[in-house]
């Protein structure tokens, strides 16, 4: 069994910050990429930006220079820090990771549950 967990999201002024976590746990080897989704309503799921095991990330145009993607591969954990948010960037954000799990061949994807980030204007 494997489950991410997202935390960290909330209501915000525009201009603030937040920092969502999403915990990896369970039965797994190896992760390889871990990514960032949003979903406003009425809209498509997006990436907002990913990072591969070796460190690389990249984002969308959108978020490029306010948020950061990084990992703790040592918790099986990555992060967004989000910076400068605007009213725009309210949605449900989601976290995926493709991973490897104890005992299968293969690598699978999973996801998180989302947490809702709302901000003001």
């Known amino acids: 069994q494997v489950q991410l967990v997202e935390s960290g999201g909330g209501l915000v002024q525009a201009g603030g910050s937040l920092r969502l976590s999403c915990a990896a746990s369970?039965?797994?080897?190896?992760?390889?990429?871990m990514r960032w989704y949003c979903q406003a309503p009425g809209k498509q799921r997006e990436l907002v930006a990913a990072?591969?095991?070796?460190?690389?990330?990249n984002y969308a145009d959108s978020v490029q220079g306010r948020f950061t993607i990084s990992r703790d591969n040592a918790k099986n954990t990555v992060y967004l820090q989000m910076n400068s948010l605007k009213p725009e960037d309210t949605a449900v954000y989601y976290c995926?990771?493709?991973?490897?799990?104890?005992?299968?061949?293969?690598?699978?994807?999973?996801w998180g549950q989302g947490t809702q980030v709302t901000v003001s204007s």
């Open positions: 990072i591969a095991s070796t460190g690389i990330t």
């Open positions: 995926n990771a493709d991973l490897s799990r104890i005992g299968r061949s293969g690598t699978f994807r999973y």
């Open positions: 369970g039965s797994i080897s190896s992760i390889e990429a």
